[in-house]
């Protein structure tokens, strides 16, 4: 079983080999063909009139900034294999990247930083839809839009753009920051990575589900919060909400700080529930080996927290 073990690793080994230098013959043994173009800076003046943003990315990171003369352009610092097409047709802007091909062309060892940056007039439009791989997307404070919906693979979103419908962001193991804005409703999810959120106002439900990640609100008004999870802790700082809050972890650690709902539900496997809440409730608590320290209390809205192995401990601090 060894032997042939071996035999197959010296077949893989020597088949590579072959691929390898059947490139680089290809190349004309130049590895210049390899070496990465200098980025240079193209701007793309848009005429048309829009109110709707679409950009598809794979590397560049993603900036807005605001428009000197009231005009709307794409700058774009890029090389011949990062070109992009900018188009404003029905009232949409498309900013994509140009699709290459040749697998000489699909590799590079250039370190420049190649930058999307989307000068805009300051005014509301209908939605943003981003669509990026491995940069980082940063939305301004100044931007307003009926909607925001962005999917990324390891790239970091930040945003503080206010949002009258809702905001939905998808990531892999980019990290999301979202700071003082108001939306109608927010979805968070992301595999591997931190969901952060602080000055928040959202009139309808707030969701965040992430796979293994840290999740910390600091500063969040909403209707209903929800909360799924396998791995990672969440922290609750000043989070007021009218409804139900409804948290789901299998192992990681639940605070509260100064925060409240009118209901309550926890349930997580090997985590501590801990912390302080602002109003009185009907604590109805189960674990089974760690230990439950909550207020004896007898009228207030249902608090209900349930751990495997997990402590439990809670108490009523009113805001003074």
Not at 242 to 247: P, T
Not at 252 to 269: L, Q
Not at 300 to 310: L, S, V
């Amino acid at each position: 079983m060894k032997k042939t073990a071996l035999i197959v690793a010296a077949v893989l080994l020597a088949a590579g080999l072959a691929l390898g230098f059947a490139a680089f013959a290809s190349a004309g043994f130049n590895l210049t063909w390899f070496k990465g173009e200098p980025a240079e800076v193209k701007n793309y003046p848009v005429e048309e009139a829009f109110d709707r943003i679409e950009i598809e990315e794979d590397t560049s990171d993603i900036r807005f900034a605001r428009s000197d003369d009231g005009k709307a352009r794409v700058e774009c610092r890029e090389t011949k294999k990062s070109a992009h097409t900018v188009t404003a047709e029905n009232g949409v802007l498309k900013i994509q990247r140009q699709k290459i091909t040749g697998w000489k062309n699909l590799i590079t060892f250039s370190s420049e930083k190649t930058v999307v940056t989307v000068y805009l007039p300051e005014t509301a439009y209908e939605s943003l839809a981003i669509d990026t791989h491995t940069g980082d997307t940063d939305i301004p404070e100044w931007l307003r839009f009926g909607s925001v919906s962005i999917r990324t693979s390891t790239g970091d979103v930040r945003s503080r753009a206010s949002v009258s419908g809702e905001i939905s962001i998808e990531s892999d193991t980019g990290d999301i920051f979202l700071d003082d804005l108001s939306a109608d409703a927010i979805g968070c999810r992301v595999s591997t990575a931190d969901v952060w959120m602080q000055n928040i106002a959202c009139a309808g439900d707030v969701y965040v589900k992430v796979s293994t990640g840290r999740t910390t609100l600091n500063g969040l008004t909403a209707k209903n919060f929800t909360s799924e999870g396998s791995t990672g802790d969440l922290s609750l700082e000043n989070v007021r909400i009218d409804g139900a809050i409804s948290i789901d972890r299998s192992t990681g650690d639940v605070t509260f700080n100064g925060s409240d709902a009118a209901e309550i539900m926890v349930k997580t496997s090997t985590g501590d529930v801990t912390g302080t809440l602002l109003t009185d409730k009907v604590f109805v608590t189960k674990t089974s080996t760690g230990d439950i320290r909550v207020p004896d209390s007898v009228s207030g809205g249902k608090c209900e927290i349930t751990t495997a192995t997990g402590e439990i401990s809670i108490r009523i601090v009113p805001k003074a």
